[in-house]
């Protein structure tokens, strides 16, 4: 019943621009995450955003480029992804955890649900 699945990740060009969309369906979440991993890296952590109220988190690896957003009357949440670097090409993952969750919220094992990833790849 419950499921998140990306979209949007494709190839660009160093600088340039992509969003991907993480549809949640089945049941509400406190808040979703992204996530990233690499060819050979482990997953890490992108940014968060709370399902209701403003608050946000972003790695470091991204501020200032990358922008977490939601749409509630969709069930969806955005990353738009900007001034993208050969760098960010990983597989990008949405996941999605309950409220009351006192782990960091880099912490891949703190999240219950996850989509199925979507391909982002950037060249140089």
């Known amino acids: 019943q419950v499921q998140l699945v990306e979209s949007g990740g494709g190839l660009v060009q160093a600088g340039g621009s992509l969003r991907l969309s993480c549809a949640a369906s089945?049941?509400?979440?406190?808040?979703i995450s992204w996530f990233r991993q690499a060819q050979g890296k482990e997953r890490e952590f992108v940014a968060l955003i709370m399902w209701s109220g403003s608050s946000t988190a972003y790695a470091d690896s991204v501020k200032g480029r990358f922008t977490i957003s939601r749409d509630n009357a969709k069930n969806t949440v955005y990353l738009q992804m900007n001034s993208l670097k050969p760098e960010d090409t990983a597989v990008y993952y949405c996941?999605?955890?309950?409220?009351?969750?006192?782990?960091?919220?880099?912490?891949?094992?703190?999240?219950?649900?996850w989509g199925q990833g979507t391909q982002v790849t950037v060249s140089s």
């Open positions: 996941a999605a955890r309950p409220a009351g969750d006192a782990r960091p919220v880099g912490s891949v094992g703190s999240y219950n649900y």
């Open positions: 089945g049941r509400t979440f406190n808040s």
